[in-house]
Antibody, heavy 120, light 110 residues
Framework: QVQLQESGPGLVKPSQTLSLTCTVSGDSITTGTYYWSWIRQPAGKGLEWIGR???????KYNPSLRSRVTITVDTSMSQFSLKLSSVAAADTAVYFC????????????WGQGILVTVSS | QSALTQPASVSGSPGQSITISCTGT?????????VSWYQQNPGKAPKLMIS???NRPSGVSDRFSGSKSGNTASLTISGLQAEDEADYYCSSYTSISTWVFGGGTRLTVL
């Protein structure tokens, strides 16, 4: 059974960089048959796709966040990571990592989510 | 890219059927059969309910069905049950190889 688990600081100061990691278990992140995505959800609001990475390191980002987002993959640790720079209060949200089968375009497995609050 | 448009709320009585719409553009919903639907309960991660417009993953009740016409996709839940009360989100792949979500619909079972 595939499992994804987000980890990282729950509190980030304004203007700093948010850093999160998603650890994948029960499947190999290197099989090359999946995209690995980050999605966020502010409290009481809808879902927003942030970006995705392939095992090769190829990335694609939401145009509205592209200038601030970097997603990387560490296949040796079966992890992929999100960095969001210059954060503000509007970046306060629950951040989810999720898997996308590469020949399909849906999110089949999700992490439980991690709340990140941007506050001084 | 703009969020897909969903009604903020829908409601129905047990046993009834409800439909949630999801409207996009030719660059997302209308351009691809890559519309998916997710159910989200409070404090939980979204759960895939429908993939590729109308495919139901293993384990999802056949009371859930999906369809698409033009730039609008729809999720129908028949034989409404109390356990169906949740938030529902649509998602579509886009012409610029990204994903976009709908704003979400709160389903209330009366």
């Amino acid at each position: 059974q595939v499992q994804l688990q987000e980890s990282g600081p729950g509190l980030v100061k304004p203007s700093q960089t948010l850093s999160l990691t998603c650890t994948v278990s029960g499947d190999s992140i290197t099989t090359g048959t999946y995209y690995w995505s980050w999605i966020r959800q502010p409290a009481g609001k809808g879902l927003e796709w942030i970006g995705r990475i392939y095992s090769s390191g190829s990335t694609k980002y939401n145009p509205s966040l592209r200038s601030r987002v970097t997603i990387t993959v560490d296949t040796s640790m079966s992890q992929f990571s999100l960095k969001l720079s210059s954060v503000a209060a509007a970046d306060t949200a629950v951040y989810f990592c999720a898997r996308v089968p590469s020949f399909d375009r849906f999110f089949d497995y999700w992490g439980q989510g991690i709340l990140v609050t941007v506050s001084s | 890219q703009s969020a897909l448009t969903q009604p903020a709320s829908v409601s129905g009585s047990p046993g009834q059927s409800i439909t949630i719409s999801c409207t996009g553009t030719n660059s997302d919903v209308g351009g691809y059969d890559f519309v998916s639907w997710y159910q989200q309960n409070p404090g939980k991660a979204p759960k895939l309910m429908i993939s590729e417009v109308s495919n139901r993953p293993s384990g999802v009740s056949d009371r859930f069905s999906g369809s698409k016409s033009g730039n609008t996709a729809s999720l129908t839940i028949s034989g409404l049950q109390a356990e169906d009360e949740a938030d529902y989100y649509c998602s579509s792949y886009t012409s610029i190889s990204t994903w976009v979500f709908g704003g979400g619909t709160r389903l209330t079972v009366l």
